[in-house]
């Protein structure tokens, strides 16, 4: 599923950038628990909100995209 796929790359993102998902949620200003449905895959992040991710963990929107290989 698409959604598994943004989520299980934004989560890697931001352990890689070292924020807890309190601090990335705080920093992107969308509440935790749509932080963490967004990471399990059940929410598709908008591209308002992957744009907000991307400027704040430092990647492109490319790098957080899943790879069209991604199992």
Request: proline share 3%; no cysteine.
């Amino acid at each position: 599923m698409e959604t598994d796929k943004w989520g299980r790359r934004i989560r890697a993102f931001r352990k890689l950038k070292g924020y807890t998902q309190e601090g990335l949620a705080k920093d992107i200003a969308i509440s935790v628990s749509v932080l963490g449905e967004i990471e399990r895959g059940t929410r598709l992040p908008s591209e308002d909100i992957l744009l907000t991710i991307s400027n704040v963990l430092g990647v492109t929107i490319e790098e957080l995209a899943p790879s069209e290989d991604e199992d």
